[in-house]
């Protein structure tokens, strides 16, 4: 059974770091896009980052770009968001999410592109 599961988020207060996990069993994560997401209450699930299947090339929102880092480890299954300079707006549910295709600039941020996803891991920021 393809099942991921994350963890890593908490309350945290502003200008902190947290790293995310995505953890994966029934299936070989490097074989697979995964992207992370997120949804604070009353908004839309928005794409926060991508890593491709195979290259590795990555894809960021522009509200993350320079804080946040996604990164792969094969020999453990998982795929890792870390979180730097953590603002209030960064409040949400964060969820992992992987797809056996790749993605490219058009469309790795679309949540319905993503056929697997984790149950996710809120993360609060505030002080």
């Known amino acids: 059974q393809l099942q991921l599961v994350e963890s890593g988020g908490g309350l945290v207060q502003p200008g902190g770091s947290l790293r995310l996990s995505c953890a994966a069993s029934?299936?070989?994560?490097?074989?697979?896009?995964i992207g992370w997401f997120r949804q604070a209450p009353g908004k839309e699930r928005e794409g926060v980052s991508c890593?491709?299947?195979?290259?590795?090339?990555?894809y960021y929102t522009d509200s993350v770009k320079g804080r946040f880092t996604i990164s792969r480890d094969n020999a453990k299954n998982t795929v890792y968001l870390q979180m730097n300079s953590l603002k209030p707006e960064d409040t949400a549910v964060y969820y992992c999410?992987?797809?056996?295709?790749?993605?490219?600039?058009?469309?790795?941020?679309?949540?319905?592109?993503?056929?697997?996803w984790g149950q996710g891991t809120q993360v609060t920021v505030s002080s």
């Open positions: 999410a992987a797809d056996r295709s790749s993605k490219y600039g058009g469309n790795w941020h679309m949540a319905g592109q993503y056929d697997y």
């Open positions: 029934g299936f070989t994560l490097d074989l697979y896009t």
């Open positions: 890593i491709r299947r195979f290259d590795d090339i990555t």
